[in-house]
């Protein structure tokens, strides 16, 4: 990394850190204009280092490293893929995947927020599904947290031996239910329930969305062995220049 | 059969019950979205809520995305995803058998 680049990445490190210790600080994706401002903004600039190094991290890829680009470019496709699919679930409600494991287990949670945000994008202004305005605080969820549950659960699996399509399962599958989460309880800061209070409105939000999201993010993770199964019979040199052992 | 052959077929059989049976299971429910869902939570928790931001193409529209028009976009966005799958996919499948070919001959 250049020192600009440093520099850059640090500045945002220590903006984040001040702004998510600020006490006003208040996914699925949250609707257009359903978060108040400030808590836009506060997402926002939580956001950022991740997006910075994911920057950084693919100008690198794309200089340095030609074979990492079209596992970059499956990552990327397979969140859009995903995250297109709307599922019907137990609750008789339809929801969607998140897709960020792939890439999360492929390059870390940073590289990954990237391509979420491109696809929070896309949806935000052709689906007016999400939002401009809420796209922080769905960066966060979707592209930020549940990857780095993902890639640290993929990372534990590892270690402790697990077999690796095992690992595989449940890291894209907790890693999508953990954006749910997140998405409740951003959802429950902003609106606290008259009484109880944020934890009350936490309940209530993961009332709503986890019963639906719990078989799909089963579905979610079946897939992403699946993916991970066809790249490691027929992607090895690829897999290889980007540090994943088959 | 190859063995990774029977288990991305069990796999999948696993995934497309998943999907199918909630709608077989629960006849003559909505699916509507959860997005939906949430937004009806909030305004139960917090009464009439006004949100305070359109989307950029419902305030050019002047109202809401038709509902087949909504579909197209998301059937673009998987095309897309699939398209880019299919590609680098058949590129690799091909590679490995060309390799293959190469070697044995």
Known sequence: MTKLQNFILRTSVVLSIIF???????AMHI?????????????GVVCLPFVIKGLFTIK???????????????????IFVISALKIPSVTGSCSHMTGTGLGAILFGP????????IVLIFQAILLAHGGLTTLGANTFSMAIAGPLLSYGIFRLCKKLNVSKKVGVFLA?????LFTYCITSI???????????????????????????????AIVEGILTVLIVMALESYAVPELKAIGYEA | MNKNVITTIILL?????????????????????????????????QGDYEPWFTPVLETALHGEIPGEIESLLFCVQTGIGVGVVAFLMGRFVER?????????R
Do not use: H
């Not at chain 1, 998510?20 to 208040?26: H, R």
């Open chain 1, 172 to 176: 894209a599958s907790l890693g999508d």
């Open chain 2, 13 to 45: 059989l696993i995934v497309a019950s998943l999907i199918l049976v909630p709608l077989f299971a629960l006849k003559g429910a909505e699916f509507g979205g959860s997005d939906d869902a949430g937004s009806t939570k909030v305004e139960e928790i």
């Open chain 1, 60 to 78: 690198k890829i794309f200089a340095e490293n030609r074979r990492a680009i079209t596992m970059l470019a499956m990552s990327g496709a397979f």
């Open chain 1, 110 to 117: 940073c590289t990954v927020s990237i391509l979420g945000i």
């Open chain 1, 186 to 216: 951003q959802l429950a800061i902003a609106y606290p329930s008259e009484n109880g209070g944020v934890m009350a409105s936490v309940v209530e939000f993961l009332g709503v969305f986890a019963p639906t999201q719990l078989p799909l």
């Open chain 1, 20 to 26: 998510s210790v600020c006490p006003t600080a208040f």
């Open chain 2, 96 to 104: 490995k058998k060309y390799e293959n070919g190469n070697t044995s």
């Open chain 1, 31 to 43: 609707m257009e204009g359903y978060l108040p401002p400030a808590m836009c903004i506060v997402w």
